[in-house]
């Protein structure tokens, strides 16, 4: 999904009309890739977001600030210094391919006006955002690559532009030319991707189809009164653009852009700059959430294996101390035939009159102790073995239920598709030292403000609150109910706390739908038979030092549903 350059074109004579003149007021920093510049212009203010992500590089307006670093990055903080204040003259494109400049009027030490560039290269991976001094210098750069040379006071060079032609400017008639001479198998849409500036493989595919024929047709495929069609639908998608385009999401493509593309299913919007605040905004926010998940599965993966281990050692440990009672029965017998014991020998045979018949059996002995001090071995090894039993047992309780609370949370970073979620889940981890406290980045608006239980109503019209996290849950269950109100939970399985805000009698389409979301918010959302168990909220109870979200519940019933087609957001208000 690139923003190619014919997009990007359409977009800055978007763009540069309504930032022209705009009087930079503050520029900030909001993540490794992006930088954010607030413009002053008569009777408004518009904030132009410039990301060189490797995954969405973009730039369009965006409607409110960004969060941003307690400390601005260096990088933004030379932009201050050189850029605010300033005026921006014009954004312009280089032809059509992809790189911006924004040439800005600015005051040196002495007060004197110079001009200022900023240059955005979009360049997927290596993209890059430069400052150039009016020597055409690099004063610095967002990103430093060691395979290309990015040192301030340094010649800036701009990218190649591998001798392709910009399309506004090439005559028809040779054009015309251009197909002539082409080595009969040559894809046509390869050509015009090879030939012209600013053309995706998605655009020229495109002009192939407009002249009627399929997008991979090759140059021997045309006869000549058909080069005649491919120059029109050339001609045609570039007076599209310069028309001011027709931005779209084609989401049978997962793609978007400035001109129409035939083949496919459209959602339209106003202007490209929209499009892309719409689009790629979501691409990003998705990719955020992607990496924060990543992130705490990541670290808590460790914590998992440490508990994996130490429950394995425990069951074990708990196996040996079973035990005991063969110790207890040797040492026994050895009092009962004291007089057999020898002195200086490695085994003993007694019979154990524990058994019909007597049979002999064989005792290990410490040819180092005396008779009596073997006993008292024995004996010493079983009482070790029953203290080992019954703390090695309360320990592995322990540990159980720390595995439990790890697959729980597991399961709530899985289904989170909020990054506050995710926070709230990382604030809890770090909370219970599974996380090293690290300095964040502050919102613009008041992070104490946590993010509520998800609300939904029923077919009756009922409320139904789903916790998302362990916080959520035990505020759901515990400060937002009543006892009386009904409680859902996925049974046996990590999930989400649900309750459906009412008292009984509850009609029966309402105890299903709510069954439904607890069996959707859990581990097996995408299961055909999930159980579900419900009971008052009265029988829920927590346990005293119990990890957030945990409780425990009786007098449940329990609901079978199907949860592997069903689809919340009818249920959203």
């Known amino acids: 999904m690139p923003l190619d350059g014919l997009t990007l074109k359409v977009l800055i004579d978007e763009l540069n009309p309504l930032l022209k003149n705009g009087r930079v007021m503050k520029i900030y920093q909001p993540d490794d890739f992006s930088i954010t510049i607030q413009f002053r212009l008569q009777g408004k ?63 040196d030490e002495l007060g004197r006006l110079r001009e200022l560039k900023l240059i955005f290269e979009i360049m997927g991976r290596q993209s890059n955002i430069y400052l150039i001094d009016q020597e055409g210098l690099i004063i610095d750069a967002l990103k430093k690559y060691s395979e290309k040379d990015i040192i301030s006071g340094a010649k800036y060079l701009p990218p190649s532009d591998q001798g392709k032609v910009e399309p506004a400017n090439l005559e028809p008639t040779k054009l015309l030319d251009e197909i002539r001479l082409l080595p009969p198998p040559t894809p046509m849409w390869r050509w015009i991707v090879n030939t012209f500036q600013g053309f995706s493989k998605v655009a020229a595919q495109e002009v192939v189809r407009r002249a009627g024929f399929e997008p991979n047709t090759t140059r021997a495929e045309l006869a000549p009164e058909d080069w005649i069609k491919i120059k029109e639908a050339f001609i045609d998608l570039i007076r599209e653009l310069d028309s001011g385009g027709n931005p779209a999401w084609y989401a049978n493509l997962n793609d978007f852009a400035a001109y129409t593309i035939t083949s496919a299913d459209k959602q339209s919007f106003s202007n490209v700059n929209d499009l892309l605040r719409t689009v790629l905004g979501q691409k990003n926010r998705q990719n955020q959430l992607a990496q924060l998940k990543s992130s705490l599965r990541r670290q808590l993966s460790r914590h998992m294996k440490r508990v994996e281990k130490k429950e394995q050692i425990q069951r074990q440990t708990l196996q040996d101390a079973r035990n005991a009672d063969q110790y207890k029965q040797k040492g026994q017998l050895l009092t009962a035939h004291f007089h057999l014991i020898p002195t200086g020998r490695n085994e003993v045979q007694v019979p154990d009159y524990n058994q ?174 999930v159980d579900v168990d419900y009971t008052l909220r009265r029988n829920v109870r927590k346990p005293k030092g119990a990890a957030p979200g945990f409780v425990h519940y009786d007098n449940a019933k329990t609901i079978v549903v199907n949860s592997a087609e069903f689809n919340p957001s009818s249920l959203q208000e």
């Open 45 to 107: 203010t518009e904030i132009l977001l410039i990301s060189a992500d490797p995954n969405h590089p973009r730039i369009h307006t965006i409607a409110e600030q960004m969060q941003n670093p307690l400390n601005p990055p260096a990088f933004s903080m030379l932009l201050r210094k050189y850029l605010e204040p300033s005026r921006l003259l014009a954004m312009e494109q280089q032809g059509f391919d992809r790189v911006i400049h924004l040439r800005f009027e600015c005051p």
């Open 356 to 529: 019909e018949g007597y049979p002999m059996v064989t005792i290990e002995l410490d040819p180092r102790l005396s008779p009596s001090a073997n006993v008292q071995r024995i004996f010493k090894h079983y009482n070790k073995a029953k203290a080992s039993q019954k703390y090695t047992s309360q320990q592995l309780r322990k540990t159980k239920a720390e595995r439990n609370y790890l697959e729980n949370v597991f399961t709530q970073i899985e289904l989170a598709d909020e990054a506050q979620i995710l926070e709230e889940i990382r604030q809890e981890l770090i909370s219970l030292d599974y996380l090293k406290k690290t300095r964040r980045k502050r919102a613009k608006k008041d992070q104490s403000h946590s993010c509520k239980p998800e609300k939904y109503t029923s077919i009756d019209g009922l409320p139904i609150l789903v916790g998302r996290n362990n916080r959520q849950n035990d505020e759901l269950t515990f400060r937002l109910s009543s006892p009386n109100h009904m409680w859902f939970h996925a049974r046996n399985i990590p999930g989400s706390h649900v309750l459906i805000l009412a008292e009984e009698p509850i009609p029966p389409e309402t105890m299903e739908q709510a069954a439904l979301l607890a069996a959707y918010f859990s581990k097996s959302r995408n299961s055909p038979k």
